[in-house]
């Protein structure tokens, strides 16, 4: 694509008569490789491995049915209506007793409530990150993070991470070497709960010097848990947040413990952050939905929703249960894999010679899909890496995608044999990965 102002190539021109008018920030905004094979992955005859959609089934749609009748018929003029853009007050009230499940202790007037936690990525990445400026994060990361500093052309510094999460020795080498190279680090975005993509948890013993490093360099962190409640065995984490409220900014979602489609979230920030953030929130949407912030609001005053939140433990435990015992029975030799304690998703190194990216299209011919490790990095990397999300799918249909990707990632390595490592793999490159959250 040629940067906004530069003489756009010809075919390029006749196909978008807008490309010499569109601001500088949106060469960073573009369609990740899973959206563009969405319509074929959505097939039924395809088992989607691919998007992170929660198990909504597992809802009793009938009682909210008539909460959601009853809440119009009772409330319908204040629902139905704009409201603030800091979010309805019993919500942020109750939203702080969610919080405390993780030891965080915070106040109702330090919650912005968000349209998921995807607008707070993007609010909390505009009111901090210039063009240019550093953000660290952790590599493989949620590819919707990645998509949002894109979009705000900040450049992601990847930071390792092993079976405990971050590693606090590559956080100091990651901030040493931007130091060297006179670059500004804005903030740390971490994902410390069963991670997006990977899979694993940060370590509780690692949480405080992660805190402790990024506090001695000045760096904020940004710390996103839409999974924290969902660790199967019940077991929560302190939030990082819980321990250091100044220097925290803490992303929370209804996502993946009640409702996606609701789109509420919500950002506790320090206290001085909250003005800029609601003043952020009002330019981006006035106000977030006042109907589904009642919504959430009721259903948590009137349903069992921590017994809700223990179903859905309970059906994702299966789901990844299923995933293992199929991996460990198809994948071949050389292929490796975690094993999630909670999350949607399992991370997945194939065999040497075998190209993710390069692999998906005749994955998705053998009616399989999955989401392959290059979206998850900003720099290229991944390409022996692939994503399995076992929230959706049935057990047993989790079992027959992971042998039809075993038997593609079979035929694969057979290609490589026979005609050496190049065939269909295209060269590798900076990825700019946009938002693939479904
Ligand atoms: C790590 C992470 N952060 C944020 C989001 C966005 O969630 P929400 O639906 O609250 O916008 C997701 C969704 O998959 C995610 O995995």
């Known amino acids: 694509m040629n940067a906004p102002g530069q003489p756009a190539k010809q075919g390029a021109r006749s196909l978008d008569p807008h490309l010499r008018r569109y601001a500088a920030r949106t060469a960073g905004m573009t369609a990740s490789e899973i959206r563009a094979l969405f319509a074929v992955a959505s097939r039924p005859e395809v088992v989607s491995l691919a998007g992170g959609m929660p198990h909504l089934a597992a809802l009793p749609l009938e009682s909210l049915s008539a909460e959601i009748g009853d809440l119009i018929a009772t409330d319908g003029l204040v629902a139905l209506q704009y409201g603030s853009a800091h979010g309805v007050p019993e919500l942020r ?92 680090i804005k903030f740390l975005y971490t994902i410390p709960n069963f991670h997006n993509p990977a899979g694993v948890t940060l370590a509780v013993q690692r949480r405080a010097e992660v805190l402790e490093i990024c506090r001695a360099h000045g760096i904020l962190v940004v710390e996103d848990n839409p999974y924290g409640l969902l660790g199967f065995d019940g077991q929560t984490y302190p939030a990082l947040r819980s321990t250091d409220p100044d220097n925290v900014v803490y992303l929370g979602s209804f996502s993946k413990t009640f409702a996606a489609g609701l789109r509420v979230g919500w ?35 009137t349903h069992d929703w921590k017994g809700q939140i223990k179903t859905y433990r309970e059906a994702y435990r299966d789901r990844r249960d299923a995933a293992i015992s199929a991996l460990e029975q198809h994948m071949p030799v050389g292929s490796t894999w975690n094993k999630p304690e909670g999350g949607f998703y399992v991370w997945v190194t194939v065999p040497e010679g075998v190209d993710t990216k390069a692999m998906l299209p005749r994955a998705i011919t053998q009616r399989v899909a999955y989401a392959s490790g290059t979206g998850f990095y900003s720099d290229g990397l991944g390409s022996r890496q692939l994503r399995i999300s076992y929230c959706y799918p049935t057990p047993e249909r989790i079992r027959e995608g992971v042998r039809r990707l075993a038997n593609v990632i079979k035929d694969e390595m057979e290609l490589h044999e026979t005609f050496g490592p190049t065939v269909g793999r295209p060269v590798s490159g900076p990825q700019n990965p946009s938002p693939d959250t479904a």
Do not use: W
């Open 93 to 184: 009230e109750q939203i702080c007793e969610v919080m405390a499940l993780e030891g965080i202790h915070g106040h109702p007037d330090d919650v912005v409530v968000t349209v998921g936690s995807q607008m707070g990525l993007d609010m909390v990445t505009r009111i901090f990150c210039d063009p240019g400026d550093v953000v660290l994060a952790e590599g493989p990361s949620y590819v919707g993070a990645l998509g949002s500093f894109a979009a705000y052309q900040a450049q992601v510094v990847h930071v390792g991470m092993d079976a405990d999460g971050l590693v606090p020795e590559a956080l100091r080498e990651a901030i040493a070497a931007v130091e060297r190279a006179g670059r500004r």
């Open 267 to 301: 950002v506790l920030a320090p206290h001085a952050v909250r003005e800029k953030l609601v003043l952020a929130a009002e330019s981006a949407t006035l106000c977030p939905p006042t109907l589904n912030q009642m919504v959430v609001s009721r259903y948590l005053a």
